[in-house]
């Protein structure tokens, strides 16, 4: 099941047939109502294309306030049994606030951030072979474990400064950081911004999660 919101379906609708001169394909009704004419319709019979049905819907949810896209997604979440009954309101629009800018769908967001509110989220081999193919990702999850347990500031800012601190250490790139690390606490090598992952899952969460990878 697809959803799309009706501001972006109507914009859609629009454009079929009929485009402005400028190109933009991202209008208010106001500006297209304004826009139009008929010399910008086109000869050619209009053919329905989900997928730009899909980018125009994705800029929509996008521009949602926060409040408006969490009251979206919260059917969609309950019904794939995603988040429990009593999540945390402020939490959940935290996970929503990180990972909109990263889905194309509201429809996606079940398997996009299902980790955020469960340990028992599986490790996707494809992407731990890959990680583990080059460098120590063992000895860099070691020392970023080590590092980030003495912090009693776990903000982006913070956690981004420790992680550059460790590359200048340990003379490799960051990149050795962070997809172990965030292998480790997600099961994926996808997602939000790290940092902000981080952040958001919270220090003791974080913390568990590279413990019980390495236990492994």
């Not at 902000?196 to 919270?202: K, P, R, S, T, Y």
Request: hydrophobic content about 40%.
């Amino acid at each position: 099941r697809r959803y799309f919101l009706a501001d972006a379906v109507r914009n859609y609708l629009c454009l079929l047939g009929w485009s402005p001169k400028n190109d933009r394909e991202i209008l208010p009704i106001d500006e297209i109502i304004q826009l139009f004419d008929l010399t910008g319709i086109n000869k050619n019979n209009a053919r329905f294309d989900e997928k730009k049905l899909s980018f125009i819907n994705t800029d929509y949810l996008r521009a949602l306030p926060l409040e408006t896209f969490s009251w979206l997604c919260r059917p969609v979440l309950n019904e794939s049994k995603i988040i429990p009954e009593n999540v945390d309101e402020d939490f959940l629009q935290d996970v929503l606030r990180i990972c909109r800018e990263k889905v194309r769908s509201i429809e996606e967001l079940p398997g996009y951030c299902a980790y955020f509110f469960t340990d028992e989220y599986s490790i996707n081999e494809k992407a731990k072979q890959k990680i583990f193919k080059k460098g120590d990702p063992l000895a860099r999850l070691n020392e970023i474990l080590s590092s980030i347990e003495t912090l009693d500031d776990f903000s982006e800012e913070i956690l981004e400064k420790t992680v550059e601190s460790l590359t200048v250490t340990h003379n490799v790139s960051s990149g050795e950081y962070i997809h172990p690390a965030r292998l480790a606490v997600s099961g994926t090598n996808v997602g939000p911004g790290f940092y902000a992952m981080l952040q958001v899952l919270g220090k003791e969460n974080v913390l568990c999660r590279i413990k019980k990878f390495l236990a492994e």
